[in-house]
């Protein structure tokens, strides 16, 4: 059977290929120092655990209005309220089977056929593949270590053609780390207002941020004059260690949030009931847990930062939120690596080389487009992080 064109040109999320490349080696018995997936170690919060429990013990077990239950879309309403001031109703709300599905439904809800959507680089791995499978052309804006990875006004501005529909920004940024400052997105928004492009903003790592500022929501710019241009994607999966759960959220002027839901009845139905449930309890219950692992993921942060810098030819400007480090490592190729020897000329080989010669596992740059870097998710216990950075120092021969 043929596959459609679609499916054809699609490659696998890299995110997920190595971790499953890691996997398979682990599976043979070897011990391998894995720190490419971005997810939280830790279990899911006790009181969430028992909300879940007890939506199956009362019958919460059937289907539910395919856009998400109206209490988890108050409760989503109110933690915006809450953290950021912002107003949203429920209708418009839409809940999603995890984040990467709400940006799905997102571009294919918006983008039409030729749209295009500028993604500054380097960028989450699924977003060119979600833009093109919606129909849309990716416009890829390179940012620079020097400036942060931050995309500027400026840099917007000049990537705008007739064509654009949308902005997909992610701040704290996957895998940079990068966090926009306040009067960064005021510039950004500024542009986005002027030109009447539209801004979806990634916010589902909007809790783990290590600078000691808060998340700036992109819908509080300029005084909420942005809101109606604005679509804020966010989720349970980092902040409350839900990621298998699946659940994500849009919020969004009502006329995306219908044609979201519509699609949603056609495409999934709703998201797990029993996980809807447990999404309250995260967003109204205590909020503890969240600062005690953002605090443990602080400890990380540090020891990480300065072992990246400890490691022979490798600088790297600081993640100032989310959980990876992402370093250049070009000083390496074109030399022999590790016990083996082996010389390598780019980040993915690069990659292929830790793993089998030293049983590091880390994610390659280019699935991020920024080739020659490599990212290592420090979403991972302190004696492993040790570990696995003493061989990737011992294979740079440091
Ligand atoms: N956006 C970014 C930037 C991410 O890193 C991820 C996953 N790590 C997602 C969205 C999707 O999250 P979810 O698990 O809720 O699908
Ligand atoms: N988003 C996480 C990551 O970047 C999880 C894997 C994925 O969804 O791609 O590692």
């Known amino acids: 059977m043929d596959l459609s064109p679609a499916v054809r040109n699609l490659k696998p999320s890299a995110t997920i290929a190595a971790a499953a490349k890691a996997k398979a080696l682990k599976a043979q018995g070897i011990k391998v120092y894995d720190f490419t997936l971005g997810e939280p170690d830790f279990n899911t919060p006790a009181h969430i655990q028992e909300a879940a429990i007890l939506a199956m013990k009362s019958g919460h077990t059937h289907y539910t209005p395919s856009g998400g239950i109206p209490e988890l879309k108050a409760a989503i309403c109110a933690a915006y309220q809450r953290d950021y001031g912002l107003e949203y109703k429920p209708n418009q709300v839409v809940v999603s089977n995890g984040a990467k599905h709400s940006i799905h439904n997102v571009l294919t809800t918006v983008i039409g056929p030729g749209d295009e959507v500028i993604i500054p680089a380097p960028y989450w791995v699924s977003y060119g593949a979600l833009v093109e499978l919606a129909g849309g052309v990716c416009k890829i804006v390179d940012t620079s270590e020097e400036s942060g990875f931050r995309l500027s006004a400026e840099q917007f501005r000049a990537a705008i053609t007739p064509k654009t529909k ?46 000691g500022e808060a998340n700036t929501s992109f819908a509080t710019l300029l005084g909420g004059k942005l809101a109606p241009q604005t679509i804020i994607v966010s989720g349970v999966s980092k902040a409350y260690a839900m990621t298998g759960w699946r659940i994500g959220w849009t919020l969004a002027p009502v006329d995306i949030t219908a044609g979201m839901d519509n699609l949603q009845s056609q495409e999934t139905s709703n998201p797990c009931s029993i996980s809807q449930y447990a999404s309250i309890a995260a967003l109204s219950g205590p909020q503890d847990t969240v ?23 490798i600088q790297m400007p600081s993640p100032g939120g989310a959980f990876y480090a992402f370093f250049n490592v070009t000083k390496h190729f074109g030399r022999p690596l590790g016990a083996k020897g082996r010389v390598v000329h780019n980040a993915t080989d690069f990659c292929t080389a830790l793993l ?43």
């Not at 996957?174 to 306040?182: E, H, I, K, L, W």
């Not at 009067?183 to 950004?188: D, F, I, R, V, W």
């Not at 600062?291 to 030819?313: H, S, T």
């Not at 880390?362 to 004696?383: C, H, I, K, P, W």
Request: hydrophobic letters at 45%; one cysteine or more; glycine letters at 8%.
């Open 356 to 398: 089998e010669d030293a049983h590091v596992a880390l994610v390659t740059g280019e699935a991020f487009g920024a080739e020659g870097f490599v990212r290592l998710s420090f979403a991972t216990n302190l004696d492993t992080l040790k570990a696995g950075f003493d061989r990737i120092n011992a294979f740079l021969g440091g």
């Open 166 to 211: 949308l902005l997909l920004l992610n701040s704290p940024c996957n895998p940079t780390g990068a966090v926009y400052s306040r009067s960064q997105l005021e510039a950004l928004a500024q542009v986005a207002l002027d030109s009447g492009v539209w801004v979806c903003s990634d916010e589902i790592y909007e809790k783990l941020i290590y600078t």
């Open 291 to 313: 600062e005690e692992m953002r605090v443990e993921f602080a400890k990380r942060r540090e020891y990480a930062i300065e072992r990246v810098n400890g490691l022979p030819g």
